[in-house]
């Protein structure tokens, strides 16, 4: 049980990350402002992390440390791109 409320939990902050990712494209079309490509970016990275770290457990058969950690670094690569969205100069 606790390890389908996990999945369960995973794919929720997925779906989360990759529509805040899909509004923040959607308001780059809009308004073309280039720093919001940067933000949906970054939470598509986020939210694909988290989608990643399963697949290679579950259907790759990769340590739950390896996973996590190929996680880890697609979420601060996104992070990364929102943090620049944010403090970069606005053209």
Known sequence: MEHTLFVIAKLFM???ALVI???AYRGY?????QLMLYV???FA???LGGLLE???FELLQVSIFQAGLVAALVAA???LSILYA???PNP
């Not at 079309?29 to 402002?33: C, D, E, I, P, Y």
Request: glycine letters at 20%; a positive charge; zero cysteines.
């Open 14 to 16: 997925t779906a989360l």
């Open 21 to 23: 990712a899909y509004q």
């Open 29 to 33: 079309q809009r308004h073309g402002t």
């Open 40 to 42: 949906a970016f970054g």
């Open 45 to 47: 990275l986020i939210g």
């Open 54 to 56: 399963g697949v290679l």
């Open 77 to 79: 690569a996104g992070m």
């Open 86 to 88: 944010l403090y970069a």
